[in-house]
């Protein structure tokens, strides 16, 4: 079975302040993608950020940057300058082409950035 | 550029009672993915079309079942609605089936079943 893994279900952070959520996933498959979705309290879910597995180099998107360890299959999601509009729950998810491209998503880590 | 759009917001059944799910895709998008999402969980995927054709499926029992139309939007249909089957259900819009492409969200529809 195909598993994702977020072992925080909570944190805080103050304005301006660095916070990196983890995420661990299990998959036999060699070639998949990796993602980071938001879900502000008004529900809808916004991409964060994406990473292909086959490339070695870490995925940044401004604030927003991964740690992939394709060995330790891990990958965390680095928020630098927390702000509070990154007030939201975080969810870790991959696909593979055996799943049929669907996401498989974790639990999610709620995320409060205080001022 | 419109995006993705879910009818109705909110929706109250009853236990054995059958709902429809409505999803408008993003301009451009000709695949559709439906996600189920119970309180204080990740979305669970449900099934996944397109161009019309089921083109995944996740565990959930055949009362879970939707069709998709030539404009490319969605219809959830779940027969004889159990409890448990009250949550979040979020429909996802992409260019393809594909990895490489985004899946955008729509704001979802909160059913929920006494």
């Known amino acids: 079975a195909q598993t994702v893994t977020q072992s925080q279900p909570e944190m805080s952070v103050q304005e301006a302040e660095t916070v990196t959520l983890s995420c661990t996933y299990d998959?036999?498959?060699?070639?998949?993608?990796l993602f980071w979705y938001k879900q502000p309290p008004s529900r809808q879910m916004i991409l964060v950020i994406r990473?292909?597995?086959?490339?070695?180099q870490n995925a940044t998107e401004n604030r927003f940057s991964v740690n992939f360890q394709k060995a330790a299959k891990s990958f965390s999601l680095k928020i630098s300058d927390s702000q509070l509009g990154d007030t939201a729950m975080y969810f870790c998810?991959?696909?593979?082409?055996?799943?049929?491209?669907?996401?498989?998503f974790g639990k999610g880590t709620s995320l409060l950035v205080t001022p | 550029e419109t995006g993705v759009t879910q009818s109705p917001t909110h929706l109250i059944k009853t236990r054995g009672q059958q709902v429809t799910l409505r999803c408008s895709s993003q301009?451009?998008?000709?695949?559709v993915s439906w996600y189920q999402q119970a309180l204080g969980q990740g979305p669970q995927f449900i099934f996944q079309?397109?161009?019309?054709?089921?083109?995944g499926r996740g565990n959930f029992p055949p009362r879970f079942s939707g069709l998709q139309f030539p404009n490319y939007s969605s219809e959830l249909n779940v027969n004889a609605l159990e409890l448990d089957d009250s949550a979040l259900y979020l429909c996802?819009?992409?260019?393809?089936?594909?990895?490489?492409?985004?899946?955008?969200f729509g704001p979802g529809t909160r059913l929920t079943v006494t």
């Open positions: 996802a819009s992409s260019a393809g089936p594909g990895g490489s492409y985004e899946q955008y």
């Open positions: 990473q292909e597995a086959y490339k070695q």
């Open positions: 998810a991959f696909m593979t082409p055996g799943s049929g491209y669907a996401l498989n």
């Open positions: 998959t036999s498959e060699n070639n998949y993608y």
């Open positions: 301009s451009g998008h000709n695949t």
């Open positions: 079309y397109y161009r019309e054709e089921e083109n």
